[in-house]
């Protein structure tokens, strides 16, 4: 039912985002997933939440909600189906390939029940994987269309085997990067699940909320989520930290499905030219290949 053990579609990271408090009323992200079972057996399923507004979506309709306004309408609540605060393609729609012309339909005639239900202004089903959008576009659903970046491991050798691919302005410019990080006595770690420590996730948070307080955003997520995932999934977490001197000053936190890695959240207390780019995306590749 889950291709490639994507993190973010396990109950083990969806439940630990209820417990921890980083969805519900306090963020405008109300579980309401949607079960299919036959005889006792779960045979399909769909992330669903009741939105009253559109944080964490990484998917900008205010123009939508701008319209609804100046109609004298209410734009929310609607519902989405999607991963809170995570703009990862994936499934939206979760069953066995055997019975996706049983599971689909009802999936969907659910959602809608639960629209009227609930009075929601639309279904919304965000960054879906290529099976489950060419479905939903026969269905006559409108599509939206977006852009995004990703990086390929074609079978590199090494780090610098990658390098030698590029253009020699760009490698160049990447070692001069890395450089600068060494240069200004970081060392990097890179670690999973089984050997991150609670000091290690109370450091984190910390630099994650710090991320949040210097762009005035909303920190949704905290240390006890971290670390539940940690330690349910300890083989799908790459926490990389910065230290300098023997103390921690940045670091970033990446998910591991069966195929990908998924950048994900980034902090530091302390500016180090290049370390952003060193910790978010160089040790990335680097454990990739």
Not at 35 to 42: F, P, S
Not at 235 to 261: E, F, H, K, P, W
Request: proline share 4%.
């Amino acid at each position: 039912m889950l291709l490639d053990n994507n993190p973010f579609l396990r109950h083990e990271f969806l439940h630990a985002l209820e417990e921890q408090g980083c969805v519900g009323n306090a963020f405008g992200w109300l579980p309401c997933h949607i079960a299919v079972y036959e005889g006792g057996r779960l045979i399909g399923a769909m992330p669903l939440y009741e939105k009253t507004n559109s944080y964490g979506e990484f998917v900008f309709d205010q123009a939508w909600a701008a319209a609804y306004e100046r109609a004298g309408l209410s734009y929310f609540p609607k519902l989405v189906s999607a991963v809170p605060y995570t703009p990862a393609t994936g499934q939206r729609l979760l069953c066995q390939p055997d019975r996706t012309d049983v599971v689909y339909p009802l999936l969907l005639q659910t959602a809608g029940e639960l629209m009227q239900e609930r009075g929601a202004t639309g279904y919304h089903c965000l960054f879906p994987d290529d099976a489950n959008q060419q479905y939903l576009d026969r269905q006559s659903m409108m599509i939206r269309h977006d852009c995004q970046f990703h990086w390929h491991n074609p079978g590199y050798r090494s780090f610098d085997d990658f390098l030698s691919r590029l253009i020699s302005r760009k490698s160049k410019k990447i070692r001069q990067e890395r450089r600068k990080v060494r240069a200004a006595g970081v060392t990097l770690r890179r670690l999973n699940g089984h050997l991150a420590t609670e000091q290690d996730w109370h450091d984190f948070s910390r630099f994650y909320h710090q991320t949040f307080e210097e762009k005035w955003g909303v920190a949704t997520l905290n240390e006890n989520f971290f670390r539940q995932v940690a330690e349910q999934l300890p083989d799908q977490v790459l926490l990389v930290l910065a230290d300098v001197q023997g103390q921690c000053i940045a670091g970033s936190l990446m998910y591991l499905s069966d195929t990908r890695l998924y950048g994900r959240y980034w902090g530091s207390v302390r500016q180090v030219n290049s370390l952003h780019f060193e910790a978010c995306y160089y040790q990335g590749s680097e454990n990739c290949i």
